[in-house]
């Protein structure tokens, strides 16, 4: 599903300052339009994925920003990896 | 499901705080997020949540140690993970390459498969693009072929089937958004909403005309014309009809899957003439029998 802003806010339960700041570290990042910003869902879990991060694990702002880097290039890595296995390569 | 102190291995008699503890200790290297390649983790996760959300709740706890609830009491509900979203093929703003970015950089034959896996990613299909689509209630049941203006411009030109229902989606296959490489484009995904109409109704493959009709066509009966979806057809309205009496017109109705139709359904409603006529008015005040008849009765 695609959501604006405020429509995010209620899914995700963030506060509006936390999401801006959250926009601001690019933990988060919509996409832009000419009618503002839309989420979509792998945003929403990636909202629930920091909160959890924070207030499960007690992670603070500088490891929520390295975690996320790392899980980034944990991706990254597992679809370079997938694309090899799934015979791209003939 | 196991018992929770098992599950966080923990003594019966821990302390909340021991078992908060032990709980941060397993979430952290279970996190289905923090562990994308492994299938069990979510599994893990979910029974250590599960079991968390069962002992770190003092009154809970108390019921289940009293035998009251079973382990399962606190069975959380299904949760998407981020990583279910990062993992699919879509692209997404978030990928980063630079965790393998020198491996490409190489002359070996590993740099290569890499930058061929990355220039194949390139070869997408085109987003499923989504649209709304109002037509009228005729339109609906006899089909018809519409233009949609496009958002973003250009228009797009769809044939309606005939019988369709409000809510339904038509694929326009290759209509969507443009793929890239050889990826061919996506579909356009129309969803059809259907407006209400003032006088028809649907329900199923049947449909319903509430039709008025005069007083004298309603004591005397005789024939009249009714609209229905593919044109006018002429009924009869028997003697002694009143409001609500309903009339069917065999196959009328929304086609039907394997050629069929449902029926029309024709709800008559008696209307007086307006304005009111003095000669009416002076044949009822002398109409006894018509005095005598109470409806509310019984």
């Known amino acids: ?90 | 499901m196991r018992n929770p102190y098992e599950v966080l291995d923990v003594a019966p008699t821990a302390s909340s705080a021991e078992i908060q503890t032990a709980y941060r200790k397993l979430a952290k290297k279970l996190h289905p997020d923090l562990n994308p390649g492994d299938k069990s983790a979510e599994e893990k996760f979910k029974e250590v949540a599960g079991a968390y959300d069962l002992l770190s709740d003092a009154e809970k706890r108390k019921r289940f140690d009293n035998g009251e609830i079973d382990a399962t009491g606190a069975e959380r509900p299904q949760q998407n993970f981020y990583r279910d979203f990062a993992s699919s093929d879509q692209a997404h703003p978030y990928a980063d390459a630079s965790g393998f970015a020198d491996f490409m950089d190489g002359d070996d034959a590993f740099a290569e498969l890499i930058r061929r896996g990355q220039r194949a990613r390139a070869n997408r299909r085109g987003q499923d693009l989504h649209y709304r689509l109002p037509i009228d209630f005729l339109e609906s049941i006899a089909g018809a072929n519409k233009r949609l203006t496009l958002p973003e411009g250009g228009t797009l030109d769809v044939k309606i089937p005939p019988g369709l229902v409000d809510g339904q989606i038509l694929r326009l296959k290759g209509k969507g958004g443009p793929g890239t490489g050889k990826g061919g484009p996506g579909d356009a995904l129309i969803e059809v909403e259907v407006l209400p109409d003032r006088r028809f109704t649907r329900e199923g493959d049947d449909i319903t005309l509430e039709l008025p009709i005069s007083l004298s066509e309603a004591v005397l009966g005789g024939r009249i014309t009714v609209p229905t979806p593919t044109g006018l057809v002429t009924m009869s309205v028997p003697k002694g009809s009143n409001t609500g009496t309903t009339l069917r017109l065999k196959g009328k109705g929304a086609p039907r899957r394997g050629g069929s139709r449902g029926d029309q359904f024709v709800k008559l409603n008696v209307v007086l003439p307006k304005p009111p006529d003095p000669e009416l008015e002076a044949f009822v005040s002398s109409w006894a029998k018509g005095k005598e008849f109470n409806p509310r009765k019984d």
């Open chain 1, 1 to 90: 599903m695609i959501m604006n802003k405020q429509e995010f806010l209620t899914c995700s339960g963030l506060q509006v300052k936390t999401l801006e700041f959250w926009l601001e570290q690019r933990w988060l990042i919509p996409e832009q339009t000419a009618v503002g910003m839309k989420f979509s869902d792998a945003d929403v879990a990636r909202a629930r994925l920091i909160q959890e991060l924070k207030t499960g694990f007690r992670v603070n702002d500088e490891g929520v920003d390295i975690i996320l880097h790392l899980i980034d290039q944990l991706h990254g890595l597992r679809h370079a990896l997938g694309q090899l296995r799934n015979g791209v390569i003939e």
